[in-house]
């Protein structure tokens, strides 16, 4: 009889987070209207005013503080895997 491996604590959270970065991403990318490549390019301040507001309706919850969402932070939004890293940390799920 075959056992079935089992995934580690590990394993979940990288399925979680690559998870969170590629639904990110899709915002990003209506944001765009294209193809978003994280690699080379960084959004503009109109991307940004599109990008932020559909982030935050999205995934703000009250694990969340407050100053994630401000101009403080507005490098993080710079890339989605930056951004789905620190959105993780608070328990933020895809």
């Known amino acids: 009889m075959a056992t079935k491996k089992r995934t580690t604590k590990q394993q979940r959270e990288n399925q979680q987070l690559k998870a969170l970065t590629q639904r990110i991403s899709d915002i990003y990318c209506g ?10 390019e ?5 991307q940004l005013s599109v ?3 559909a ?4 995934f703000q919850g009250e694990n969340v503080p407050e100053w994630v969402w401000d101009f403080i932070n507005l490098d993080k939004f ?3 895997s930056v951004l789905a ?10």
């Open 42 to 46: 960084c959004p503009t301040a109109e």
């Open 51 to 53: 990008i932020g507001p």
């Open 55 to 58: 982030v935050r309706s999205t």
């Open 31 to 40: 944001a765009s209207g294209g193809v978003w490549n994280e690699e080379e």
């Open 78 to 80: 710079e890339r989605p």
């Open 85 to 94: 890293k620190q959105l993780f940390e608070y328990g933020v799920r895809a």
